[in-house]
């Protein structure tokens, strides 16, 4: 068994660096690149995911991998859940036919570049047929992937793995439920918060201080990362040695750029986390999307928005741009950056909204997937869905249905997990204040070194030792729920508003 | 055959992709890379590595490529180069047993650790057996490949294809002779010129926009290229449309920075300048290190060190660094850019002196590789020649045997690329003389593009299409020789310090 083990780990250490390449094409193509490479580039994607998919779906793994479960009792305890998730991996990977996975690559390729074209028209007509196409394989890729439940479970797997409708759906209920009396409450209080303060003009070059400043405190570990500029923000990288954030600077808003940086600074303390004696397998790996959403989340939100970091911050704010804060505060600046108002834009949305747009996104793919609607149907839907949760109505489809990228490149799954780091983060948040007494104390004074220890030992060194669910159990005692969510955004926007939630 | 043909390209494209890949990771190593990713980006490099030769030694491309070389009357004027060289190729990765392709990746590179430690103190005997393993496997390597002159003739034709001992002896013999009464006849001459100028202070962001401004004149595509910086300066990238040179800083050392960016992109126009729709093939590849380094010495010595370059780069100086060069002017310039003194270290040599210093290289790892002198004798045989050619002695090692990496690195066959880069260089030159009369009132006026695309022209575009010495006879109507070289360094010093060469 020992040997089968080790050659199977040489394996996949292998498999691992050669994703490391992957992730730096990547990397380097939203930052780096030169503007006339971009053909060239995507050949260098296509044939080295051409190995990594020809590597992963091998034969000799599978049946190494087979005879290990048929020998699982002889396994380590380290080696046991390496078997499991790698054996989860092959067998999802080999289900999916060559030909569908060439047709899915080709079709939302094509699509992504019809989507951005009709956008740009706000020609949903134009974009439909490509979208219909999309569904259709995406449907296929579903069946051969099996389900137990509904077709969407095999697809929400593929970002949030194990998780199914069943046990999502009254969660996203809750969270809806909940929301939209917030929002009404917050739309109709007196007391009137603004964000002006963070739509001044901040130079640039000095943001980007600011920016650095921030992520090194978190305990972002400059020798093993990286801060470049892309136009959307990301974390990626080729390991946890070597991890790379983006943000994106817009002078007039100054969130733009540093809660970019927060949240993917997050991102990036959980694969910089994780136990260099398992670097190369599952147990250095994230468990989910939701999972490393909860930490980019965490960091932006229920730290980077609270009120002791605007105390931490703000000072920072003088010595950075003494003139334009001149004759503000921390509290006006933790206003700003927390008032909350219905828009149409899902990635503008403030820290309230952002959640019931997913909840709309969620529902929609949902019934799409499962055939209760048609592509054609969509606008229709989606307004009527803005009008009652948001009590807004897109006046056109680039500012509705077309505004997100996701469904054109055949991501349906994706979003649920936006909102599931949402509800991670805050049971993660209720479990730390009571292991962390004087937390707030600790933000205040810019010390979050204690926060990500523990962050560190609770969540990141396991990889994925757990599942996110045994996870959730594990370090709050609890199943997820809304609740804590809910219980947060009821306090914190109770008090900003002052209103009773 | 126009399956196979098509299968085959196919085939070399996907590996042509996988090599630019593997380029990136090479170039983020040396400009991007996090300190700590050293150990993750070994073993990337390592697994793509693997990738590439399992690939490039694999059995279905063997009988494609033999399949092909036996109906190669079938095949049109373009696929018969491509076929040729790809057979080529396949048939050297071949011959390397595997075992010893790995234990001599293995025992580079820490041969190459070795030496960077014992050059530290210039304990030579504590590099000496990691080089004698080196030099075996090197021999070893030689005989796998097979020659039909010499043993070394293998080694050479690994960065010099089809150059042999026979035909390379003669021309190194006729450069020693040629150059040893230059630097004789110069260091007795009466005129004295100074390199003063360019050791002044000359601030480090201003070199930037000094060596960006003369790179795009020299029409290297910003679309598609980078210039960053390196502790070497290198040119890499991953494609003919993403070319990625690097220069580095010396703020009193003004040439490192300069030159190094000129030499970098006078390789960069190579590797644009490849006719675009060969991209993927052997028709847009580099034919030779040498043919190579003669783009890189044409720009930077016969270009660059020039009168009229001096008499449009002197404009910029006293543009971009008015207070440095305020009492100087072009000539000046051109002076102390062409100081001739012998020294101890190659990269550190003139336009004249390099040469020199590569031929005892030459002479010596022909010797070493032939068994007529031993690892031990190294320091004795360097030492003596140093004062034979230059009329100067290390007196350490550090200084002399142990200054540079490549036999570390078991690179033997290397160096004279070099040397050969200068010789095809002033061939190309005395050539482009004749057909662009008004050259140096172009150069003089930083009008580069009719020089480029006399290069693209004759040189870039055929790729791989003829050998080195094809091209040569073909563009210059004669074979390789020293002269046209030794008569640039005759006129141009001759006149610089008033003696008749």
Redesign the interface.
Known sequence: MNQTYEQCQAYM???S??S??MG??GW?QET??????T???S??I???A??LHERATAKQLGDWLHELRANSSELSADEQPCVREWLRDYEKSVKIPPELAKELAKTTSLSQHAWAEARKKSDFAAFAPWLKKVVDLKRQQADALGYEGVRYDALLDNYEPRMTVKELDPIIEGVRQGLVPIVAAIHESKKKITNVLITKKYPEAQQEKLCREVVVAMGL??????MDRSTHPFCGG??????RITTRFSEKWLPAALYGAIHEAGHGLYEQGVDPKY??TPLAESISLGIHESQSRLWENLVGRSEPFSRYLFPKLKKYFPSVVRSANAQKFYEAINTVKPSFIRVEADEVTYNLHVVLRYEIERALIGGDIQVKELPGVWNDKMQTYFGIRPKKDADGVMQDVHWSAGLFGYFPTYLLGNLYAAQWWEKIQKKIPDLNQQIAKGKFLVLREWLRENIHRHGRRYSASELVERVTGKSLTAEPFLAYLHAKYGNLYGIKL
């Open positions: 250490k292998d498999l660096a050669l490391g390449a730096l094409l380097d780096m690149m030169p503007k006339k490479a053909e060239a580039r050949e260098q296509s044939a080295l051409g190995v570990d400059g020798d093993m990362s990286r080729t390991h946890a040695t070597d991890v670097y190369g």
